[in-house]
């Protein structure tokens, strides 16, 4: 039992990988045992931000408040990435008109 409990924590972690030979760090679902210290320091940032917003918010809200130039649509892409990112591993949740909120 405690190997394989430990084989799923080595599976939630999060792992170097490769993308067109550089090195990437892939950011682990959201498991009930997982912790957001197993995310990147810049992901830790977004989740962060997202809980202190009185509500569901906007990634040009979640910019403003990282310090992100939101008037420049290419600063701002990446981090609509990083959001959309930790939505897929259940870390966030989208709603249907495109703002972020935290998981309940």
Not at 21 to 38: F, K, N, S, T, Y
Not at 55 to 60: F, Q
Request: net charge positive.
């Amino acid at each position: 039992m405690s190997e394989q409990l430990a084989d799923e924590r080595a599976w939630a972690a999060p792992a170097p990988g490769q993308v067109a030979g550089r090195a990437v760090r892939l950011i682990p679902h959201r498991a009930p045992d997982a912790e957001e210290a197993m995310l990147p320091p810049d992901y830790q940032r977004i989740l962060a931000a997202v809980r202190q917003a009185a509500g569901p918010v906007m990634a040009r809200q979640v910019g403003d408040m990282l310090g992100v130039d939101i008037s420049v649509r290419s600063k701002l892409e990446p981090l609509r990435g990083k959001l959309v990112r930790l939505v897929d591993r259940g870390w966030l949740r989208k709603l249907p008109d495109g703002r972020f909120a935290t998981r309940l």
